[in-house]
């Protein structure tokens, strides 16, 4: 599982690389391969929450894809 962004602006995509928890965002990749790979869908959802918590879905839709 990966999680996969879209801008709701610019319709720009790509994916999540990591989750800097610290600094409470997410760095970007443009290549799929180096997308942070979870376990499962619960995983890749519990990192979407906190994401959303973090305001990153104000501007971007996540999206789980296997």
Do not use: P, R
């Not at 519990?46 to 104000?58: S, V």
């Amino acid at each position: 599982m990966k999680i996969k962004w879209t801008n709701t602006y610019s319709h720009e995509n790509g994916f999540v690389k990591y989750i800097d928890y610290k600094n409470k965002h997410f760095v970007n990749t443009f290549n799929e391969g180096e997308a942070k790979k979870f376990v499962s869908v619960e995983s890749a959802q519990k990192a979407i929450d906190k994401l959303t918590e973090y305001g990153e879905a104000e501007l971007n839709v996540f999206e789980i894809i296997s």
